[in-house]
């Protein structure tokens, strides 16, 4: 496994590449472009002049995350195929420049959701968390609003202010797909890349929706093991695989992580792990990396991944707010430096063992 971190661009980051090379074990970055809208092309230059920035520190692209699908191709508007043969272009580009993993999801108007962004824990960090009550109880106008107030003055991914000033206008986009119109749409846009996929060699990875279930009426198809084998079995290429977010999937305690892990041999292409702590059903929060810290065993996950043979990069995901970092929420130095060595100490040990 290629140990990675999240990195969001100059600018766009609290964090330095500087820094990110200095954390024993990882090798490479995680990283996007943020100037494209989702449907258009992104511009070899641009690619081009990120790759030099990272390679200038000492470190690789492991992949992007993400190349944004647009609504458009989400909902079958009669743009898609202008916005899938864009799509398609980017990936070629990014193929050229040795970038061959592409995350994705393919969650309508909102790309994961949160109540809070800073719920205080007792030892004074601070994490993301979610309360179904809460959601339930604020229009989502509001949680884009709040979502942007709290987020330390940076843009979150999937929260783009562009995207907060039609939040209504989204959502009538979306009155006529239910999960098996997204699905079919999923499976029309898979197709469509898949054979550049194979020719250039990119892996794409959807990521699994956040939280696993219905947000807003909204539907969502990458929800479980069910949906997972459906979606790998429809598209059978190997280039269709999956972004294995622990997190995400922890949000409904009866996923079986690391089941569903060895349910995906040869299809998982990137994986986030980070631990979850469970309070009843609808309300969680991030915890650290430390199975004792939160809700998930993760040697276990750890110990599927390795027996499956994943070989493809991993990044610790969110992590604390702590020791006083000011950061893009979730997205501090400390948390996610700690957990990435907490991480590679389970990887050593699991292959020791063997
Ligand atoms: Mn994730």
């Given at each position: 496994m290629k140990m990675s971190l999240r990195w969001f661009g100059e600018g766009h980051d609290s964090v330095t590449l500087e820094q990110i090379r200095q954390i024993p074990g990882v090798g490479g970055v995680i990283t996007t472009l943020y100037d494209?809208?989702?449907?258009?092309?992104?511009?070899l230059e641009d690619i081009q002049k990120m790759k030099k920035g990272v390679e200038a520190s000492g470190l690789k692209i492991y992949g992007m995350e993400s190349v944004n699908v647009s609504d458009e191709i989400k909902v079958g508007h009669a743009k898609r195929d202008e916005h899938i043969e864009n799509y398609i272009a980017t990936l070629k580009k990014l193929s050229d420049e040795g970038i061959n993993m592409v995350c994705y999801n393919f969650m309508p108007v909102f790309d994961w959701t949160r109540s809070e962004l800073a719920k205080v824990r007792p030892d004074g960090s601070t994490v993301l968390a979610y309360n179904q009550e809460k959601v339930d109880a604020i229009h989502p106008q509001e949680i884009f609003d709040h979502i942007d107030n709290d987020s330390n003055g940076f843009v979150m991914p999937g929260w783009e202010p562009e995207r907060m000033g039609k939040v209504e206008e989204l959502f009538h986009l979306?009155?006529?797909?239910?999960?098996?119109?997204?699905?079919?749409?999923?499976k029309y846009f898979l197709e469509a890349i898949m054979p550049t996929c194979e020719q250039?060699?990119?892996?794409?990875?959807?990521?699994?929706?956040?939280?696993?279930?219905?947000?807003?009426?909204?539907?969502?198809?990458?929800?479980?093991?069910?949906?997972l084998q459906r979606l790998v079995t429809e598209v059978p290429s190997e280039y269709n695989g999956v972004t294995l977010c622990t997190g995400s999937l922890s949000s409904k305690p009866d996923n079986d992580i690391p089941d569903i892990i060895r349910s995906l041999k040869g299809r998982i292409h990137f994986a986030h792990v980070r631990n979850t702590k469970h309070t009843a059903p609808g309300i969680f929060e991030e915890s650290a990396h430390l199975s004792s810290d939160g809700s998930l065993d993760m040697y276990e996950i750890m110990k599927a991944f390795d027996e499956i043979g994943f070989d493809g990069p991993v990044r610790p995901d969110h992590g604390r707010a702590i020791w006083g970092e000011v950061s893009m929420p979730g997205y501090g130095l400390y948390d996610r430096a700690l957990g990435s060595q907490y991480l590679l100490g389970l990887i050593e040990a699991i292959k020791k063992t063997k």
């Open positions: 494209t809208a989702p449907g258009d092309e992104w511009a979306y009155e006529d797909t239910d999960n098996e119109k997204l699905f079919q749409n999923l250039y060699g990119v892996k794409m990875a959807i990521h699994i929706d956040d939280p696993v279930w219905s947000v807003y009426g909204l539907p969502r198809i990458v929800k479980n093991k069910m949906d």
